[in-house]
């Protein structure tokens, strides 16, 4: 059984950092698609980042260059490092997998998510 357990949302004022992480257990990070993804209040979720087996990464424009995607195989964990927050990142991000997708990683089509962790940018 799949378990995707996100950390490290928080307050932060805009200009500020954060490093999401996901935890996870019944897969190994390092072998399928991981992903991050976002949902602000009365928007539709998003795509923010992903990472594949060998290491590919992609963005959404609106954070490209200011987001990180990385993972831990020892720690079999997935992390989001956020700088230069921008008021418009808040929103709960949520940590996915394609169980069974090493590459090309889809920007929507994940089949395990974790719960969600909020994330609030004030100015």
């Known amino acids: 059984q799949v378990q995707l357990v996100e950390s490290g949302g928080g307050s932060v004022q805009a200009g500020g950092s954060l490093r999401l992480s996901c935890t996870a257990s019944g897969i190994t990070v390092s072998l399928f698609c991981m992903a991050w993804f976002r949902q602000a209040p009365d928007k539709e979720r998003e795509f923010v980042s992903s990472?594949?087996?060998?290491?590919?990464?992609k963005y959404a424009d609106s954070v490209k260059g200011r987001f990180t995607i990385s993972r831990d195989k020892v720690k079999n964990t997935l992390y989001l490092q956020m700088n230069s927050l921008k008021r418009e990142d808040t929103a709960i991000y949520y940590c996915?997998?394609?169980?069974?997708?090493?590459?090309?990683?889809?920007?929507?089509?994940?089949?395990?998510w974790g719960q969600g962790t909020q994330v609030t940018v004030s100015a």
């Open positions: 996915a997998a394609d169980v069974g997708r090493i590459r090309w990683c889809s920007g929507k089509d994940y089949n395990n």
């Open positions: 990472i594949d087996s060998d290491t590919t990464t």
